[in-house]
């Protein structure tokens, strides 16, 4: 089954969205995390944590999915398919390394951070958690605009055995 060019459109939004509420997630980890490292107020420090934290467990975990199942939707009710060409193929490959990170990396780095500050560990607080974290958040922007990149160009074309062998 293929979908139509209008049904495709309807699809793409949501895609669009989703990676678009990704993205925004990112920005604001940044600004927390910037704001992290620039204060010395525990209330705020804490906060921020809590506000990743809750980010990671909710809004993050849904844009992940929602990507990624519209993506595959995308992918395989269109002619590109799964397997068809190699930009799909590192868009698969990049979207399990950011399904890890969104779905366990950042809400585990984030509860860790947030346990630190509160036990008074503040010196864990500020090295490898929040190297962890913005770690996390580099490789996921680094990763989303890669993904727009290819996505918009499609580079690399299709995979020549695919298609000799699917004739």
Not at 77 to 91: C, D, M, R, S
Not at 141 to 154: A, D, G, R, T, Y
Request: charged share 15%; hydrophobic share 50%; glycine share 6%.
């Amino acid at each position: 089954m293929k979908l139509t060019k209008t049904a495709r459109k309807w699809i793409l939004i949501p895609h669009i969205l989703f990676s678009a509420i990704m993205v925004g997630n990112m920005t604001t980890f940044v600004i927390l995390n910037i704001t992290v490292i620039s204060t010395t107020d525990l209330y705020l420090i804490t906060s921020c944590y809590q506000i990743m934290n809750i980010l990671s467990d909710t809004s993050i975990k849904a844009s992940t999915i929602g990507a990624t199942v519209t993506g595959i939707i995308l992918s395989i009710w269109t002619h590109y398919g799964l397997f068809k060409y190699w930009w799909i193929i590192v868009k698969e490959i990049l979207t399990v390394l950011l399904i890890g990170i969104n779905l366990w990396g950042m809400y585990s780095w984030t509860l860790e951070a947030v346990e630190n500050v509160e036990m008074g560990r503040l010196e864990a607080h500020s090295t490898l958690a929040n190297l962890d974290l913005w770690t996390g958040i580099v490789l996921q922007i680094i990763s989303l605009v890669f993904l727009f990149v290819i996505s918009k160009f499609k580079p690399w074309g299709s995979r020549k055995n695919y298609n000799k062998g699917s004739r």
